[in-house]
């Protein structure tokens, strides 16, 4: 079949969702109903300035200040809020903090919520059916795909986002990184990570993998 061929002129277009996206875009921007430049503005906003850094701020700073991680599992929202990181899909954050018996991982089993002010943009899997019934069922096998195998002893806690409450993951603080400022931390963290389907980057690493 020619979208089976990658040297078929068919095989260069993106998705059909994307193209349905970019022929919407293209009919608004021609009755001038949005303006292009705007969009583009937003859109690099959320996913290089508003997320995921911003978790992983929020994450390296727990990883360096007791007190902070401390107020931060007792009442996220706050904490974060107080860190400019606040606003829709994001006004009510719980924090859950990784151990070495406990790896948590968010999912949402109705739809696609996420802390977009945290995180940013969802990625695509997040919102898939396959990613959202298989965590819930089978979340090792999940990991696994990712390429997390944890030991038999460490227990995976799944949390279901919703409307209500969102989620934060607080990755383990990876071995020798002790003495690291907050930014060279920050660069450890990727996204996964916050999801709870990775884990940081080890020192040394941070150039292969940029948050999100």
């Not at 911003?54 to 009442?75: C, H, I, Q, T, Y």
Request: glycine residues 6%; proline residues 10%.
């Amino acid at each position: 079949m020619p979208h089976d061929d990658p040297d078929h002129p068919h095989s260069l277009l993106p998705p059909e969702p994307a193209l349905r996206v970019k022929a919407l875009e293209t009919i608004l921007t021609r009755k001038g109903l949005i303006d292009p430049a705007a969009l583009d503005a937003i859109i690099d906003t959320y996913e290089n300035k508003i997320g995921p850094r911003n978790g992983a701020r929020v994450v390296a700073r727990a990883w360096s200040d007791p007190a902070f991680k401390a107020r931060l599992l007792e009442d996220a929202t706050a904490v974060v809020s107080e860190m400019g990181y606040y606003g829709r899909q994001g006004e009510h954050m719980v924090a859950l903090e990784n151990t070495p018996e406990i790896h948590n991982m968010v999912v949402c089993t109705l739809c696609s919520c996420y802390p977009w002010p945290l995180l940013g943009i969802p990625p695509t899997w997040y919102k898939s059916d396959a990613y959202r019934a298989r965590t819930v069922r089978a979340p090792r096998a999940v990991l696994a795909d990712f390429g997390v195998v944890l030991p038999d002893e460490v227990a995976v806690q799944v949390w279901d986002s919703t409307a209500e409450i969102r989620y934060l993951v607080i990755p383990q603080r990876p071995a020798g990184t002790d003495g690291m400022a907050e930014e060279a931390l920050m660069a450890l963290v990727t996204r996964d990570s916050m999801i709870g389907t990775g884990l940081p980057l080890p020192p040394g690493d941070a150039s292969q993998e940029a948050p999100g």
